[in-house]
């Protein structure tokens, strides 16, 4: 499985952007398909996600301002990035297909196929 991520940029706080994923098969054919960011000098950590199914799940710092979306058609997902926050800069990869961490970390997962980042910057 390949994934390429595009649209990231530059933008001013409080602007939207909108970041894409697409995926080299069928996305209903994958359990999940998921976005993670890496601020520089920190770990990086799980944006948002949707499974095979449509459900999706936010990290906190994300709910009601980003929101996934995803053209089954192109095999695509999107993040909608809305009120940028200059705390939201960071490179974002999508990731596909996963399974749990295990019992210890419940809604934790490890990703099997990774894109390349797309950097995504908010100037305040």
């Known amino acids: 499985v390949q994934l390429q991520a595009s649209g990231g940029g530059l933008v001013q706080a409080g602007e939207s952007l909108t970041l894409s994923c697409a995926v080299s098969r069928s996305i209903l054919d994958i359990n999940a398909v998921a976005w993670h960011r890496q601020a520089s000098g920190k770990q990086r950590e799980p944006v948002a996600s949707v499974t095979s199914g449509g459900f999706t799940t936010y990290a906190d710092f994300v709910k009601g301002r980003f929101t996934l979306s995803r053209d089954t058609a192109k095999n695509t997902v999107y993040l909608h990035m809305n009120s940028l926050k200059s705390e939201d800069t960071a490179v974002y990869y999508c990731?596909?297909?996963?399974?749990?961490?295990?019992?210890?970390?419940?809604?934790?997962?490890?990703?099997?196929?990774w894109g390349q980042g797309t950097q995504v910057t908010v100037s305040s």
């Open positions: 990731a596909a297909g996963r399974t749990p961490v295990g019992p210890a970390r419940p809604g934790v997962y490890e990703y099997y196929y």
